[in-house]
């Protein structure tokens, strides 16, 4: 069984960081990607960033040179700088991974129940 734990979810004032984390824990062999998605009530969820095992990363246009994704191998961790955040980056940010299972099956995605993040005015 793969879990994928999100924290460091808040309420930060407008202008402020908060930073992420994702750990991923249970059967398997190999992170291929990690990736941060948001959903606000009434949209659909939405690509935040992703980083792959080689370490390439994309971005959201709306959080370009505000956001940073980082991973930790070693720990089985993900990690999502969010500085300069803003009103409209309030939303449930969930984890999401990319795995090769204990079979050597590759493509296993998992997601995280998510964390609240809420940018005050």
């Known amino acids: 069984q793969v879990q994928l734990v999100e924290s460091g979810g808040g309420l930060v004032q407008a202008g402020g960081s908060l930073r992420l984390s994702c750990a991923a824990s249970?059967?398997?062999?190999?992170?291929?990607?990690m990736g941060w998605y948001r959903q606000t009530p009434g949209k659909q969820r939405e690509l935040v960033a992703r980083i792959s095992s080689g370490g390439s990363t994309n971005y959201a246009d709306s959080v370009k040179g505000r956001f940073t994704i980082s991973a930790d191998n070693a720990k089985n961790t993900g990690y999502l700088q969010m500085n300069s955040l803003k009103p409209e980056d309030t939303a449930v940010y969930y984890c999401n991974a990319d795995l090769t299972n204990s079979d050597y099956v590759r493509g296993m995605n998992y997601w995280g129940k998510g964390t609240l993040v809420t940018v005050s005015s």
């Open positions: 249970g059967r398997f062999l190999s992170i291929n990607a």
